[in-house]
């Protein structure tokens, strides 16, 4: 069960900003997973209900036998937002990540990190997400299996790993039609 916290639009179709038609923008219902509080403490994912049907191919989402991603598995990420050298642009770029050990990323946070995230990128390298790619997707093996959540508010690498949402741990909310949404 979907239900409106405010209007909202997402585009699809296009990876340029200055391209964009009013045939690629959809109006959107949120759904907020019930149990996010904030970002560092998980949950932090949310579901969008298009306001018609598109053609846009959506990419696959983990299933039973491809939940589990391996340490240091080659990935990208996805995103609109800040670079070091720039602010946002008007084109989406993607950058190639790789998965960090679950005990390595919580050692270089020096924190316990919620069990339902996936660590890549960020750390001991100079690429990562960064402000404004906050949803982004983490593609592994053609398939959508993190979504950026947080990292270290600065964007300088390599101090430590992004942290994504792990899509898997939310696979039968995903895929559950009577689904409970978090209202703003």
Known sequence: MFSATRESTV?????????VNETMRYNVEKCKHPGFINVSSGNDIMM?????????QPIRLPNKR????????ACFVAGWGDTCRRARGSQLR???????????CEKAWRNKLPANIICAGGYRTK???????????????????GIASFNNHTCRYPDV???????????PWINNPKRKCKND
């Open 127 to 145: 690429k990562g997400f960064c402000q404004g790619d906050s949803g982004g997707p983490l593609e592994c093996n053609k398939m959508a299996v």
């Open 66 to 73: 491809t939940q589990r991603i391996k340490d240091d598995a």
């Open 11 to 19: 585009v699809l179709g296009t990876n340029d900003r200055r391209k």
């Open 94 to 104: 993607e950058v190639d990540v790789s998965t960090i050990n679950r005990k390595t």
């Open 48 to 56: 969008l209900k298009l306001s018609r049907p598109t053609t846009i």
């Open 161 to 171: 790993p992004n942290v994504y949402t792990d899509i898997a741990k939310f696979l």
